[in-house]
T-cell receptor, first 114, second 110 residues
Framework: EADIYQTPRYLVIGTGKKITLECSQT?????MYWYQQDPGMELHLIHYSYGVNSTEKGDLSSESTVSRIRTEHFPLTLESARPSHTSQYLCASSDGRTFNSPLHFGNGTRLTVT | QKEVEQDPGPLSVPEGAIVSLNCTYS??????FMWYRQYSRKGPELLMYTYSSGNKEDGRFTAQVDKSSKYISLFIRDSQPSDSATYLC??????????FGTGTSLTVIP
């Protein structure tokens, strides 16, 4: 079973606040990803990382940043939350040592911006 | 055009039925094919993973890939109420980037 943890599970916050969504994995995976999931829509890639000090933007990366200082930790920060950021945020990881390793997901953070 | 097309359903079947879930794709470069199950308020859980045409079986689940038709399927035999979830297909060409369907919502009625 995949061991990837996201906190908080639920967050309600006002417009303009800075927030950080936490993601940690204990599997030693090199690759980590942040996705946004909305009902009836495919997952959209926000950011990804292939290792420590490596981060890249995905399709939907505007207004958010990530860092990868440690292998196991990949936090996502919204500098100024807006109602349009209301969504489910999923963190995932995969084993970079295996070429075709599938993604393993956390249980997500449900964010509501009022 | 979306990379991956998946019928969103919802799909409702009686317990014990055989369920067929499907995705089509347009990019022939996709080599790796995954099915995820997502329960309400949970993250997607890897169910099946394959990288070749043909069938792969795991218990009541069978994943089928037809690369010539760009069509993948997940079959669930003897469906149970605990199978009620949203099923996502995911495809990858390099193993680095993944393309997802929108998910099919399945309800198995006791």
């Amino acid at each position: 079973e995949a061991d990837i943890y996201q906190t908080p599970r639920y967050l309600v916050i006002g417009t303009g606040k800075k927030i950080t969504l936490e993601c940690s994995q204990t599997m030693g995976h090199d690759k980590m990803y942040w996705y946004q999931q909305d009902p009836g829509m495919e997952l959209h890639l926000i950011h990804y990382s292939y290792g420590v000090n490596s981060t890249e933007k995905g399709d939907l990366s505007s207004e958010s940043t990530v860092s990868r200082i440690r292998t196991e930790h990949f936090p996502l920060t919204l500098e100024s939350a807006r109602p349009s950021h209301t969504s489910q945020y999923l963190c995932a990881s995969s084993d970079g040592r295996t070429f075709n390793s599938p993604l393993h997901f956390g249980n997500g953070t449900r964010l509501t911006v009022t | 055009q979306k990379e991956v097309e998946q019928d969103p359903g919802p799909l409702s079947v009686p317990e014990g039925a055989i369920v067929s879930l499907n995705c089509t794709y347009s990019n022939s470069a996709f080599q790796y094919f995954m099915w995820y199950r997502q329960y309400s308020r949970k993250g997607p859980e890897l169910l099946m993973y394959t990288y070749s045409s043909g069938n792969k079986e795991d218990g009541r689940f069978t994943a089928q890939v037809d690369k010539s038709s760009k069509y993948i399927s997940l079959f669930i035999r003897d469906s149970q109420p605990s199978d009620s979830a949203t099923y996502l297909c995911a495809l990858s060409n390099t193993g680095n980037q993944f393309y997802f369907g929108t998910g099919t919502s399945l309800t198995v009625i006791p």
